[in-house]
């Protein structure tokens, strides 16, 4: 598995099934992410969820034929036919406008994944509470989970979103509960670097 940063974690994982990337960072790193395009000749990209900063370059994906898969809750956003975001903080007409001046995929181009799909050879895992649809990975063999912004990795802590960028709340904490499940001895966020699943555990704990 490789790590990029493009405002985010960008993820290459391979496996005998093939190339998977997960998320596409934000749109002012798109050249650097078509140039991953061309270089690694992935066989599918995930979008993890709706936000910007995870699917700057997806339409770049689109226009080479490489099939984009996200949960069907987190499509729309994606496609143009809605607009939200949930920052700057308190801002709702700001977050869509930056959300409208974002590049659209076609939804000709999005393949709708479910919890437990296998994706060219990792675990589909669905992570609610940031966006109604966030997905993530549970990487083959399920000793690494990429979980997207469920969580945020900052000095060596794991750290809920703030609440404002939350779609649900409560959800979010249920998530980060059955993160802690999954057996995974390793977790990777969007935002930082790795942490071992034991730092999950004590932030389940601090918030409960």
């Keep these: 598995m490789r790590v990029l940063n493009f405002s985010s974690n960008v993820f290459l994982l391979d496996s005998p099934d093939g190339r998977l990337i997960v998320d596409a960072?934000?749109?002012?790193?798109?050249?650097?992410?078509?140039?991953?395009?061309?270089?690694?000749?992935?066989?599918?990209?995930?979008?993890?969820?709706?936000?910007?900063?995870?699917?700057?370059?997806?339409?770049?994906?689109?226009?080479?034929g490489i099939p984009i898969f996200m949960h069907a809750l987190d499509v729309p956003y994606v496609t143009g036919e809605r607009f939200r975001l949930p920052y700057p903080a308190g801002m709702p007409q700001v977050g869509a406008a930056l959300a409208r001046a974002h590049p659209r995929v076609p939804e000709r181009a999005i393949r709708t994944v479910l919890p437990g799909d296998d994706l060219l050879g990792h675990t589909v895992l669905h992570l609610p509470g940031h966006t109604h649809g966030q997905v993530g990975v549970l990487v083959r063999g399920g000793e690494v989970a990429l979980v997207a912004d469920a969580l945020i990795s900052r000095a060596g802590q794991a750290r809920l979103p703030r609440t404002a960028y939350n779609d649900d709340p409560g959800a979010a904490l249920h998530t980060l509960r059955d993160i802690t499940q999954l057996g995974a001895r390793t977790v990777w966020s969007g935002h930082g670097p790795a942490l071992p699943m034991q730092a999950v555990r004590d932030r389940l704990v601090r918030d409960l």
Excluded: E, K, M, W
């Design 25 to 64: 960072g934000l749109f002012t790193h798109a050249p650097a992410f078509a140039r991953v395009l061309r270089q690694y000749q992935p066989d599918a990209l995930l979008i993890t969820h709706h936000h910007i900063d995870h699917r700057g370059g997806a339409h770049l994906a689109a226009r080479a």
